[in-house]
């Protein structure tokens, strides 16, 4: 029962996939002048930062070096302010929320250190995203103490013609664990990187966007046993995301 709901869940989020995908056309910003162009592509950015950049979704502690952490996750993202520059870009209305599936796995390794990774088929869309993180339990956490963790990630856009993205981002957390359940809260930087090769826009005068955005989470861990489940809320920049993952944790 509890593989056969994982494998719904994995079904779920990847189902869309075989939809006619929503193209972007990075040239479509040039239509209405380099300061629109600029406008619209700063705002893209910005929520594509917010949606695309690492989300932890699990609490501080470290794993240990036996410990795995394998799940189905979904994060939705408001994008209402690049509503304009999606419209402009692929000829469709904004979603206004997007959906971000991912399939995440972590393993734990000596000294409080964790690894971990997740890939993204973005439905609905061409676009397709993997990340890393890499955490460092500062203090590991038991049934008394709490744990504090510091973590280092990245994430990398592909499936946009055009489009080089990317984010880094660095971010402490704090949690501490009950019989059952972990709440967890923590707050970072995101470092975003995105430009276009398209030669119209360059001619133009259209520049990259590198900026960054603080973000502060909150999250609560439910672990069963093996199978667990985990809520977090985000906000990077002024940018809220919802997430919730389902999976294994030992």
């Not at 994982?6 to 929503?22: D, E, H, N, P, R």
């Not at 984010?167 to 995105?194: C, N």
């Amino acid at each position: 029962m509890k593989k056969s709901l994982l494998l719904l869940c994995v079904l779920g989020c990847y189902a869309q996939s075989g939809m006619a995908a929503t193209t972007f056309t990075m040239q479509n910003l040039a239509t209405g002048g380099v300061a629109a162009a600029q406008t619209s592509f700063r705002a893209f950015s910005e929520d594509f930062g917010a949606a695309f950049s690492y989300k932890p979704v699990t609490p501080a502690a470290a794993l240990g070096i036996t410990g795995f952490d394998v799940g189905v996750e979904i994060s939705a993202t408001d994008i209402a302010k690049s509503s304009a520059a999606w419209q402009t870009l692929t000829g469709t209305s904004s979603p206004g929320t997007l959906p971000v599936p991912k399939l995440t796995i972590a393993k734990g390794l000596p000294f409080g250190i964790d690894v971990s990774a997740f890939y993204t088929a973005v439905p609905t869309t061409d676009i397709t995203l993997t990340g890393a993180a890499i955490s460092y339990a500062i203090l590991e956490g038991d049934a008394l103490e709490p744990a504090l963790a510091v973590r280092a990630a990245m994430s990398n856009l592909s499936g946009v013609s055009e489009l080089s993205f990317s984010t880094r981002s660095l971010d402490v957390s704090f949690s501490k664990g009950f019989v059952g359940f972990t709440p967890y809260i923590g707050a970072g930087q995101v470092w975003v990187d995105s430009s276009t090769s398209n030669a119209t826009l360059t001619t133009l005068g259209l520049k990259g966007e590198a900026f960054t955005q603080s973000k502060v989470f909150v999250g609560l861990n439910i672990n069963l046993g093996l199978p667990n489940f985990a809520i977090e809320a985000d906000t990077t920049g002024d940018i809220a995301t919802y997430s919730v993952k389902l999976g294994l944790r030992w």
